[in-house]
């Protein structure tokens, strides 16, 4: 028993540095954001909790409780993940259906005519779908942030008739600064011009889960089309989007219960 205990642990150790290696992928592109800096923290504790767990209960008395309470705590945080992430994966996997009206999420612009790879990857989604079904129009979606030069909307409409789509098929709202309020706006910009509100909702692998359940509470009925993700740059992505599910399940249960 002893001996199988210290190859789980051995085990455990290994993925936990498998899982810093991963989460610092993002380096070999020159970034290190905010989800990066969780899920490498969050591997480093499961180091500390292996390596101290036997000799705090070995102690007995408080230290014993301490660190059972810890490895508890953890083993729950891990499967609180593993459950949010089976909801990333099973949206990423589904396929959208045809014939829908399309929302093309913001993300970061450099001018009216360039824009960054997450949005130039959802334009191009939002291309390829626009190009299958004639009949559906579009709806992009972003304001201007502080620290970009025009409306995200703007130049997600620029690009789109570049690449041949007809202008009177592009809708746009230029208000939003988050994805709640792209989502938001967009259902109210619908509402206005008389759209059809069954939409598939254009945003990274990682994101469609938590898009397409705003999309619904705004009042869509939506399903997702995934866009392209760097592999490189995908765990921090994630960390960060583990972290913003977890701030929206707080703020629908406090909303709930209000």
């Not at 809708?171 to 509100?197: C, I, Q």
């Not at 765990?235 to 977890?246: A, H, I, K, N, V």
């Not at 707080?250 to 909303?255: T, V």
Request: aromatic share 10%; with cysteine.
């Amino acid at each position: 028993m002893k001996k199988h205990k210290k190859w789980c642990k051995v085990l455990f150790i290994v993925l936990c540095a498998a899982g810093i290696l991963w989460f610092c992928l993002p380096l070999l592109h020159g970034g290190f954001a905010e989800g990066s800096v969780f899920g490498v923290a969050v591997c480093a504790f499961g180091i500390a909790i292996a390596l101290r767990y036997g000799k705090m209960v070995s102690k007995g008395g408080w230290h014993k409780v301490l660190a059972r309470t810890i490895a508890v705590c953890y083993a729950l945080g891990l499967c609180w993940a593993g459950y949010l992430t089976v909801l990333i994966v099973s949206y990423q996997a589904a396929l959208p259906p045809p014939g829908r009206n399309v929302v093309v999420l913001g993300a970061q612009v450099y001018s009216a005519e360039r824009m960054g790879m997450s949005l130039r990857n959802r334009v191009e989604r939002a291309h390829q779908y626009l190009q299958d079904n004639p009949e559906s129009k579009c709806i992009v979606t972003g304001g201007q942030g502080n620290d970009e030069p025009c409306p995200e909307s703007l130049t997600a409409r620029n690009a789109l008739i570049r690449m041949g789509i007809e202008p009177e098929r592009i809708y746009f709202e230029d208000k939003s600064r988050n994805t709640r309020e792209n989502l938001r706006y967009a259902m109210e910009e619908a509402e206005n011009k008389g759209l059809d509100t069954e939409v598939v909702v254009v945003s990274q692998n990682f994101h469609l889960y938590r898009a397409v359940r705003l999309a619904e509470s705004a009042g869509f009925t939506a399903s997702g089309l995934p866009a392209e993700t760097d592999p490189i740059i995908y765990p921090s992505y994630y960390g960060r989007e583990l972290l913003s599910l977890t701030k929206w399940y707080i703020e629908e249960l406090i909303l709930n219960m209000g």
